[in-house]
Structures are given as structure tokens and as C-alpha cells.
């Protein structure tokens, strides 16, 4: 008769692991409901206008980053024209402050409004192509809108540009991109954890046998979509507005699509809080460089990025959560399994053969 198997690890070990369990859940949601409050407080302690201004500008790439990383960290399709959002939004912004005479609040939704439903127009076509055709044509359609936005001079100014009312307040600035910056995270956390961003990643890993299983990939994707769009197009209406002046050259810039990809790849593809820590990294390790450096920063911070990306090919919250596969992520395990005493369960623990003793009888 079999007896079932039983867990031999002995009950302190049972107590040890749920514990470590409890502590592990509430421990990151600690740490972010304190992290901002202490942002709350920030503005309060007597920081000049250009450390609001650094803040808030890392709050928006917080929020772009995380915006795409919807797309391109969730379901894998890597889009390299998401700019198109953020200019669209900016432009919806300026032309109906400037032209139509509409006060900033109303038009920081309807720009949000506007990037959903071009995302969902375009989407529909776009989002049938896969790999690296996808990442092609949306650059493509980023490309195309830049130049609209050039030849339609009645609507844009064409280079001439756009100048909006001179209202610049940047603690204003510093709590809308906060306050921006927690939602979105927010709602990455509960993206990751529910059943709409299980099926997204089960569209990154295969989704053909996604579809198989039941999976309406086409409308998980124009959803998320449309979702990063919006996010996007809010946040170029507000960045415009901040700026007060606008044209294709600033809102529709490369370096846009360069930097949010390298953000989201640095801190982590597909992660929570990858988006956050890479944005972070990304800016002040930029903006220190180029004040110490000069005209050679970018040298230095390109073999920077090439030696961070070497040893963290998951980026850095995914090298800490699950890098085990690279040496780094390996050590950083080993590191944190004797600070906190755990005892490694998963192998079986050696136990002595058995000795023989033969007698001369």
C-alpha cells in the first residue's frame, strides 16, 4: 500500500517560506504607496523650478515608457512608430487652444480620444502583420504623419509652428505628471495580474496557438492599442501645453522613438516596474553624463548601454525577478537567498550512504 508523499522539509522551513510569502506581497505596494508619498512632499521642501521640471519630465517618460511597453513588452509587437500618438496629441492640443479657443483641461481627453480612434483605424490593417513588418510600417506611418503635419499648413502652420498661451507653472506640471505616472503603473500592475494581460502574453509567446485555444487575439490587440495610444496622445497634449510652442520637428521627433524603446528594454521588457527603474536610469544617467562630458557623453553612454544590456539582457527588473539564465541575475539570486537566510529547497538535500561494517567472523 502507498503511502502518499509527504513534504519532508521540516515545519520551520514550512512557517520560514510562508512568511517570506506574506512579506513578498505586500512589500512592493508598500514600498510604492511610500515612495509617493514622499513625492507628494517633494515640492514642499524649497527645490528650485528646474528640479520640478527634471522630475516631472522623468514622470512623463514614466508614463510614455509604460504606455508602450502595453504593446510592445506585452504582446511582443515592437512598435517603432508610437510617436505618432505623441504628436497627435500635441497637435489636437494646440489647435484647439489656439484655433478653436478651448481652455487646456477639455483638450487633454479629446486628444486622448482622437490617438485612440486613429490607433484603432490604423490598427485593424497594421496589427494583421507580425515581426519586424509591423515595426516597419507603423515607422513608416510615423514618418508619413510628420510630413502631413508639414504640408497642412492651415491646420498646423506647417514649420512655422504653433504657439499656445505662455502659462508655464510647473508644480501644476510636476502633480499632472505624477498623478499620471500612478495611474499608469497602476494599471500596468493590474494588467499583469489579470486575465487580459494573461492572454497578452500568451499572444508574445504564440499566438497562434493562442488562437487555438480560444483566444480573440484581434481584439486583445486592438485594445491594448488603442489603450497606449490614448495614454500617449494625453500625454502629448500635455507636454505641449507645457512647452508652449510646437511644430513637426519637436513633436514628432526620432529620438522619441529611440528613447522609449531603450527605456522599456533597459528596466525590463514585459515587467511593472521595468518602465519606471529604466526611465530613471535612462535620464540622469544621460543628463550626468552630458553635463561632465560635454560633446563626448554620447560615446560614453552608448558603451554603457552596450555593457548594461550585455550582462542584463532581461534589463534590470527582469534580471532581478527571473535572470537566472545570465551570470549577473544568477549572482543577485545567490545574494539574496544568504541575506535573508532561505534554504534552498528545490534540490534534495545529501544524505551519508549507508556504511558497511564487516567483522572478521
Avoid at 77 to 88: I, N, Q, R, W
Avoid at 165 to 193: C, N, S
Avoid at 283 to 300: E, I, K, M, P
Avoid at 308 to 316: A, K, S, W
Wanted: charged share 15%.
Amino acid at each position: 500500500m502507498k503511502t502518499p508523499a509527504t513534504d519532508s522539509r521540516p515545519p520551520s522551513l514550512h512557517g520560514a517560506d510562508r512568511s517570506a510569502t506574506g512579506i513578498a506581497r505586500y512589500r512592493s505596494p508598500a514600498l510604492a504607496m511610500a515612495s509617493v508619498i514622499g513625492l507628494l512632499v517633494v515640492p514642499y521642501l524649497g527645490v528650485n523650478d528646474d528640479v520640478l521640471l527634471t522630475m516631472s519630465t522623468i514622470f512623463m517618460w514614466i508614463i510614455l515608457s509604460s504606455s508602450w511597453n502595453f504593446i510592445s513588452g506585452f504582446t511582443g509587437y515592437l512598435d517603432f512608430g508610437h510617436g505618432v500618438f505623441f504628436g497627435v496629441g500635441g497637435y489636437v492640443t494646440a489647435i484647439l487652444v489656439v484655433k478653436v479657443g478651448l481652455p487646456f483641461g477639455p483638450t487633454v481627453p479629446l486628444a486622448a480620444l482622437f490617438s485612440a480612434a486613429l490607433a484603432l483605424t490604423i490598427g485593424y490593417p497594421l496589427l494583421r502583420l507580425r515581426g519586424v513588418y509591423f515595426s516597419i510600417a507603423m515607422l513608416g506611418l510615423f514618418l508619413a504623419t510628420r510630413e502631413l503635419a508639414l504640408i497642412a499648413k492651415p491646420l498646423t502652420a506647417g514649420a512655422q509652428g504653433l504657439i499656445l498661451p505662455p502659462e508655464v507653472d510647473r508644480l501644476f506640471f510636476y502633480f499632472l505628471f505624477l498623478a499620471g505616472a500612478v495611474v499608469v503603473v497602476a494599471l500596468a500592475w493590474w494588467i499583469r495580474r489579470s486575465q487580459f494581460g494573461l492572454s497578452l502574453l500568451a499572444i508574445k509567446d504564440d499566438e497562434r496557438g493562442a488562437e487555438a485555444r480560444g483566444v480573440n487575439t484581434t481584439a486583445l490587440k486592438l485594445t491594448v492599442f488603442c489603450l497606449s495610444a490614448a495614454i500617449t496622445g494625453a500625454v502629448g497634449g500635455c507636454w505641449a501645453y507645457e512647452l508652449t510652442f510646437i511644430d513637426p520637428g519637436i513633436m514628432f521627433r526620432e529620438s522619441f522613438l529611440i528613447n522609449v524603446a531603450i527605456m522599456v528594454t533597459l528596466g525590463g521588457l514585459g515587467t511593472v516596474w521595468g518602465p519606471v527603474v529604466g526611465s530613471i536610469v535612462f535620464l540622469l544617467v544621460r543628463d550626468t553624463l552630458w553635463a561632465n562630458q560635454g560633446d563626448s557623453f554620447l560615446v560614453v553612454f552608448g558603451a554603457f548601454l552596450i555593457v548594461l544590456v550585455f550582462f542584463m539582457p532581461e534589463g534590470i527588473v527582469g534580471t532581478i525577478q527571473h535572470g537566472e539564465r545570465t551570470v549577473l541575475g544568477r549572482l543577485i539570486k545567490r545574494l539574496r537567498q544568504r541575506d535573508s537566510g532561505h534554504v534552498d529547497t528545490s534540490r534534495p538535500a545529501a544524505t551519508a550512504a549507508p556504511v558497511r561494517i564487516v567483522t572478521g567472523d
